[in-house]
């Protein structure tokens, strides 16, 4: 039997309708001579209730509790729809992580998946069952105990299930239609696309995280599970939302697929530090200890002078989230007041945020660099810092420019036609 994994998240179960409204697509593939693994969140508000009723029982919780509590909400939902499609006739069976059994790692809160053994649903489906709910965003740690994967992780169930059954394709239905250009908020021109690459997906993570737990992108690249994003809103076929794929599927693609953005980014430069080897590691290394998420790195040219300095000094520029600029500042403090740095002063503008275009073509068509800092200049966006990786070209800009940049880049690189 060819086998699909249908993924529903929280809004797509939030209640009773809408659990019989996903139920009556899963039945629709099993019109088409589907065998169906169903992954359900839990319907939507309770997670965080859930998390709610934890921190304000305990607030420095023991993590084996805090998952005991926070994975019910997906046992509620997998009942339900397995109850659902049994009153349509449909024989269904769900599944809690502890059943499969889902074995994860014992990082609670943040489990990774260790195995998902075929042999109990195999079995199932062996006797005539035609769907499989799962709760999603669980497992069971080699200790016996329950585990969750990381808020968002039933999508990362989902794929893992795609990739464990050899699923022909693992459909994620959600609130919104597909993944856009750019943020439908920003710009009304921005269209949705009808095939992405994986590589392009994880670049635009700040368009598709709200839709798709990055984890379940990288798995998803990895074992190259064709990943569908769709809404369980409209009426569905074949060539709904859009497909996440391998780039060999892509038959034509544009030289610049989408424009991300990031809006609460903070540049910080460290003024004069000594131009020696090893000056980044001792930089970048206390950062790193102390979880700042550094971005962007700029080593300015250091051969102007020495600017009566004994040896040679350069600049150092870095870009962070803005709630890490603390953290960052504390982190570079404390390996001054240690001795294994020095500089001047610590400039820090907190006022800044990224745009990107991302496109899998640039590794082929040069100019790209030039389009998108033209389009910037033509509004007279002052860029601060640049950075390039084979398919992402990002620059940090004063943030009350943010939407008019990525406008024009949006313009600049035709995005709002197909093809
Ligand atoms: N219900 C969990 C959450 O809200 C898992 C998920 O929906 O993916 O994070
Ligand atoms: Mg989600």
Known sequence: MPLLVMKFGGTS?????????AAQKVKAEVERGYDVIVIVSAMSGKTN??????????????????DAVVSSGENVTAGLMALTLQEMDIPARSWQGWQVPIQTTSAHGAARFVDIPRKNLDAKFAEGFKVAV???????????????????????TAVAFAAAFGAERCDIYTDVDGIYTTDPRITSKARKLDKISFEEMLELASLGAKVLQTRSVELAMRYKVRLRVLSSFDDTNETSGTLVCDEDEIMESKVVSGVAYSREEAKLTLVTVEDRPGIAAAIFGPLSEAGVNVDMIVQNISEKDYQGHERPVTDMT??????QVARARKALETARDAGSISYEKLE????????????????????VAARMFSAL?????????????????SVLIDRKYMELAVQALHDAFDLDKAG
Not at 13 to 21: K, Q, S
């Open 134 to 156: 799962i709760a999603g965003f669980q497992g069971v740690s080699a200790e016996g105990r329950i585990t969750t994967l990381g808020r968002g992780g039933s999508d990362t």
């Open 49 to 66: 209730e859930l998390v709610g009723w934890v921190n304000e029982t305990s607030p420095l919780y023991d993590a084996r509790e805090y």
């Open 318 to 323: 870095f870009s962070c989230p803005v709630d």
């Open 348 to 367: 820090v503008d907190t006022d800044a945020a990224k745009v990107s275009v991302v496109g899998i073509g640039m590794r082929s068509h040069a100019g």
């Open 13 to 21: 179960v939030a209640n009773l309708e809408r659990i019989r409204n």
């Open 377 to 393: 200049a033509q509004e007279g966006v002052n860029i601060k810092v640049i950075a390039t990786s084979e398919i992402k070209i």
